[in-house]
């Protein structure tokens, strides 16, 4: 069971309920009621009726696109709820949480597990914030595309504080672009005629007159050519998906898109729908559980039930010809190994005994057993691997950098051990195999001392990693990545730190053979 806790405009309510990632018991769907939406000044209210009421039902606000249930299953956390009992009756909720500028749905829900539809849902948009409407990027690298072949994508969710759905999008200067239309959502579509960089400035306006450039870069190749000879891979922990930083949906965005990334792995996305939310900004595919999501610059054509901190999906680079396999996972985090020598003043069995308790050693074991198909098969379609295991890389504890580590000259850190021999290899220490002259350090550019042990100076460790498998890979170059000078954590002034985690992110570039 997991245990949830949402605010309101008017409530503060506790939630409780089973975890429905798979395909479940398909049950009766409760006569249909019915919702509207009413907007106010930072509020919405939600009128609803049904003729099944129950003390079990409830209203949940998501993002409007790969939200809310499915099939009456749990898809994600919603972003904010509360308990609908009656059989008619309104609520009202506060947006202050809400990013602006984006549309969302209500769901009337309940039923024998909770999640049944008990009314159709109701959208709305957010309004901004009575400023001037604008693009949150100054440009963007759409996914490739191909002479003769149907192309779209769209560019409709990088527009920030929208007050209505009047705006429309027009181009107005490119190059190698005469196959490209731009649709009033943001939409571009259009067949290729030639090779090579396809290159747009488009103009967003709307009815009160202010308007904003973006522009758009496609790189198209000619057919029988591989679609992606370059792709851009990014682990990052989200910190309670963002929530500690303010304005942290635009800042993600931003970020994301500064680094060309093409598939994210994403850990700790807490109760923001980070990653719904974030490929509706960039018009990406997205999948999201509890605490692992992963956004894809690619289609997601498949995904495989896994468990609450691993996730599995297929993604199609380019159809059948290529593909790859992306695994995300987020490690249990207590007791953390390093604490042992650095704070305990212990040895190596100590930092055993602590990786064996925090369970991150049976989840390591569970999730080689989750791949093991996929990393057999992996020379045909590479497999990904991306997380935060929440352990350091024996690849790292070695004799030349025990100054690192609190004087241990060496360790086997089991978790990172496990992975190497089933043959994934770490992009990050292959690109820099040296650990003394590039640490690679991800944990913390934020927690530089630990409250709980005297204010000591945090370890600071490589914690998140890139794994791959597969001969069509290879990589070519990988970093761990931060965005700006963010200001520790002592106790609140990293909200308005550019950077909305307390890890660094992992960048990796791969080169896809043909």
Not at 473 to 496: F, M, Q, V, Y
Request: hydrophobic letters at 35%.
């Amino acid at each position: 069971m997991w245990h949830l806790h949402f605010s309101t405009a008017s409530f503060n309510f506790i939630f409780n309920c089973g975890i429905a990632l798979a395909q479940g018991t398909s049950h009766a769907v409760p006569t249909r009621g019915s919702m509207m939406v009413h907007q106010g000044a930072s509020i919405v209210t939600l009128d609803y009726s049904t003729p099944s009421p129950s003390s079990s039902n409830w209203i949940g606000i998501f993002a409007a696109t790969g939200g809310g249930p499915i099939n009456g299953q749990k898809v994600t956390n919603p972003l904010a709820w509360a308990w609908a009992t009656e059989d008619w009756g309104n609520l009202t909720f506060s947006t202050a949480d809400l990013a602006a500028g984006y549309s969302y749905k209500a769901f009337l829900l309940g039923g024998e597990n909770q999640f049944e539809q008990l009314a159709n849902p109701v959208e709305f948009l957010l309004s901004g914030s009575g400023g001037d409407v604008h693009f949150f990027v100054n440009s963007t690298n759409l996914r490739n595309g191909r002479v003769g072949q149907d192309y779209r994508a769209n560019i409709g969710g990088l527009l920030s504080n929208l007050p209505d759905h009047t705006y429309k999008f027009a181009k107005t200067s490119c190059t190698n672009c005469d196959w490209v239309k731009i649709s009033n959502t943001g939409e571009i579509s259009g067949r290729p005629l030639n090779s090579g960089r396809t290159q747009i400035i488009i103009e967003a306006s709307n009815n009160s007159g202010t308007n904003s450039s973006i522009i758009v870069s496609i790189e198209v190749v000619d057919d029988g050519v591989q679609l992606v000879d370059t792709l851009n891979v990014v682990t990052l922990n989200l910190w309670k998906g963002g929530s500690n930083v303010d304005n942290f949906h635009e800042k993600q965005v931003r970020f994301l898109n500064s680094i060309s990334a093409d598939i994210v792995g994403l850990q700790e996305c807490g109760d923001t729908q980070a990653a719904t939310m974030i490929a509706q900004a960039l018009g990406w595919y997205s999948l999201q559980y509890e605490d692992v999501g992963a956004v894809s610059k690619y289609p997601i054509i498949s995904v495989e039930p896994s468990n609450p901190r691993n996730l599995q999906m297929r993604i199609a680079l380019d159809g059948d010809d290529q593909q790859v396999i992306l695994w995300n996972t987020h490690s249990t985090a207590y007791p953390y190994g390093p604490y042992e020598p650095c704070f305990n003043g212990t040895g190596t069995d100590a930092i055993h005994m602590a990786e064996e308790s925090s369970g991150r050693v049976g989840q390591v074991k569970e999730l080689i057993t989750a791949m093991a198909t996929n990393l057999k098969d992996a020379d045909n379609i590479p497999v990904l691997l991306t997380g935060d295991f929440n352990a350091p890389s024996h690849l790292d504890w070695i004799p030349e950098a025990s100054k690192l580590h609190c004087n241990i000259s060496s360790f086997s850190w089991p978790t990172s051990k496990l992975l190497s021999q089933e043959g994934l290899i770490d992009s990050y220490r292959e690109e820099h195999p040296d650990p003394v002259a590039f640490p690679g350090v991800t944990w913390s550019p934020i927690f530089l001392n630990n409250p709980k042990y005297a204010d000591k100076p945090e370890p600071l460790d490589r914690i998140d990693f890139i794994y791959y498998r597969g001969k069509k890979l290879s990589t070519d170059l990988s970093n761990a990545i931060i965005d700006g000078s963010p200001k520790p954590e002592d106790p609140d002034p990293h909200r308005e730190n550019e950077w909305t985690s307390d890890h660094k992110a992992v960048w990796t570039s791969f080169k896809f053979a043909s």
